[in-house]
């Protein structure tokens, strides 16, 4: 299976921005309008681009499909998600060009129904997103735009999906998100163990090439770049090139 850098734009009233550990309060705009960083990222030559709706995630809905469909026609494969919570969300994605949905609290709170639309419409078309804080020695699982914590642990619902047919799965280590701490290694060295079966996406605090590496070494199939492409530290061209 190949090593995969995927950009990521994420959507608030339909403007690019970045949070800080998922924090609504603590956002950075960017000027360059969606359609434009997503052309750059297509001429740079990303076969992916990941995309989330933050209004979506927060409030349960699709808010920015509108945006979502334009840069769908970019020229990349696009998984997005954010305020997926039902198989219309899905269709309503899939009709507008995204390959892969990207299910998060959902898959949190009914993997049983998750399990089903896996199996109804092909794991391939989905992402599953179990992004993780470390809270008294357990990985959990904050829901709801990370704004609502479950009863759920990763180590609990990852092996749950590879054994349910799983095969892309998203991990956040939502401390680290937006900060250019670099990735959580452990973490990545541990899903790798646990559920080899699963293609692992790192995201959250990327800031360097060398993190790419380290990531790729630790098992992971795939990284996301957010903040570190949009503020230049590295081209995409450099990262594609790990």
């Known amino acids: 299976m190949n090593f995969e850098v995927i950009p990521a ?23 360059a309008a969606p359609h434009e960083i997503a052309a750059r990222y297509a001429q740079a030559g990303a076969g992916w ?3 989330v709706d933050l209004d979506g995630a927060r409030a349960g809905d699709l808010a920015n499909l509108s945006v979502i469909e334009a840069l769908a026609k970019a020229g990349m494969q696009v998984q997005a998600g954010g305020g997926v919570r039902a198989e219309e969300d899905i269709l309503r994605l899939f009709k507008v060009g995204v390959r892969r949905v990207v299910v998060g609290s959902v898959a949190i709170r009914e993997p049983e129904r998750v399990a089903e639309w896996l199996d109804k419409h092909g794991a391939e078309r989905f992402t599953i997103a179990l992004d993780t804080r470390r809270r008294d020695n357990r990985w959990t699982l904050p829901s709801a735009g990370w704004t609502e914590d479950e009863a759920r642990t990763l180590d609990e619902l990852a092996p749950w999906y590879a054994a349910h047919g799983a095969r892309h799965l998203l991990c956040t280590d939502i401390e680290r998100d937006g900060m250019l701490a670099g990735f959580n290694l452990e973490l990545y060295q541990h899903l790798a163990q646990t559920v080899p079966q699963l293609a692992v996406q790192a995201s959250g605090g990327v800031r360097s090439l060398e993190d790419i590496r380290a990531a790729r070494a630790a098992g992971a199939r795939g990284v996301i770049l957010g903040r570190a492409l949009l503020e230049g530290r590295f ?4 990262a594609l090139a790990c």
Do not use: W
């Not at 734009?9 to 000027?31: F, M, P, S």
């Not at 081209?235 to 450099?238: F, Q, R």
């Open 9 to 31: 734009i994420d959507l608030r009233n339909g403007q690019v921005v970045r949070l800080k550990q998922g924090d609504y309060a603590q956002e950075t705009q960017y000027a």
């Open 49 to 51: 681009l990941h995309v």
């Open 235 to 238: 081209t995409l061209e450099d």
